[in-house]
């Protein structure tokens, strides 16, 4: 169970090979992996954006991400997870978050994967500042439900 | 008593500064701690709050050497 | 939107790269991609199993898929989607499958991927057949609800 | 008619073919084609049925040309 926050851009299906390989975690038990990445897109409610600035609490936000891995593991048959979160500038397109749960069975990977997801978006202390085009900033007020937003 | 209080995004902007040290004696909540290092200012709506990196309400009681944190609703993900 | 039914092996976090690049998927409308793997273990069902072969009804299968892939369309907000799975002799840690769905919010891809894994086991004309370590084999009764078995 | 019948895993196995064809007039029904071309066997429990790589039911119409399949649960995934 690994959580990273980096400031460093990351390529996510590297990192799961790397972290899948390295944990050895291929040795005939999994049968089931969900994956959830989370990447920046140019245009936010209603406005082109050009980037974009995550600031954390340190410390607060690692001890927050890994209670809910542990709540994850309460919940559900988890073999290990994997959870890697950017702050500071990034750009569209770059990864903001990468989620990967390894387990037996498909029901544990999807419902941990969506729970340590939701957990993360309501309780990790990140907040993202967006720069428009028009050179505008602004915070972003709130998350959504993760559906398309009614603007 | 000793209180290291943080603020983080759009408040620490709106305040102009991230961090305060409050040295006070006789402190009982978090509510109190606002009050006196903003002493002009009410509490923004929505606001979330923290000790010891802990998520807390704003009736609990702090305890000398506490780090206590106000922060905006968080977006991250 | 793809579907593959393939008898070679394939790395699954390289086909989900190559797919990407491929459908230059990333153009910044991508918020959220949910992946889901299905790996071979080596025990299933109280047994060691060291192979499988995996048969399905040609034509009929990819039929199946890319009706499921249009029904989640029409369901949820979807960029894009790719479906690989594999056929005849399988091994313990290989990828049997993987769904991958492209959206501009988390929910949908989240959505539509789970559905796509659970209309993929109940309408595919798969059928799994395992080589036991005890040297039997035996035909796969019936797909599971996706988390530990009550054996 | 002409219907082509197809069998698969472990119903194909038992039956010892992977596939059948029946020209025969008059044949109705799914459960018909099954009958004339398994005259001693009852149709197993919980096999399913498809024409034309559609799933379908016992007593769905047939057609001149069909291609019907019987299969036991899918177990893909």
Redesign the interface.
């Known amino acids: 169970m690994t959580v990273i926050v980096t400031e460093q851009s990351f390529d996510p ?2 990192e ?2 790397n972290y899948q390989n390295a944990a050895n975690l ?18 936010n409610d209603g406005s082109e954006v050009q980037a974009m600035t ?4 340190p ?2 936000t690692e ?2 991400l890994e209670n809910s891995v542990a709540e994850a593991r309460q919940q559900w ?1 988890v073999l290990d997870a994997l959870v890697i ?1 950017r702050v500071g500038d990034i750009f ?2 770059e990864a ?2 990468l989620v990967a749960v390894w387990a ?7 419902d941990a ?2 729970y340590l ?1 939701e957990a ?10 967006e720069r428009l085009i028009s050179a505008d900033s602004r ?11 009614a603007k | 008593m000793s209180i290291k209080i943080r603020y983080f995004a759009s408040l620490k902007e709106s305040l102009g500064r991230s961090e305060d040290t409050l040295l006070a004696d006789g402190l009982a909540s978090v509510r109190e701690v606002w009050q006196q290092a903003n002493p002009e200012l009410v509490l923004p709506d929505r606001i979330l709050v923290a000790i010891n990196q802990d998520y807390a309400s704003l009736n609990d009681q702090v305890n000398d050497g506490d780090e206590v944190a106000f922060f905006p609703p968080v977006t991250g993900g």
């Open positions: 299906w590297q799961i090979q291929l040795d005939g038990q999994v049968g089931a992996t969900d994956v959830f990445i989370g990447t920046m897109r140019d245009f995550l600031e954390h609490y410390g607060m001890k927050q048959q979160h569209p397109n903001i978050v037996a069975h498909r029901g544990d990977a999807f994967c969506r997801m993360l978006k309501t309780k990790a202390p990140f907040w993202k500042k915070w972003v007020k709130e998350n959504t439900d993760g559906y398309k937003s």
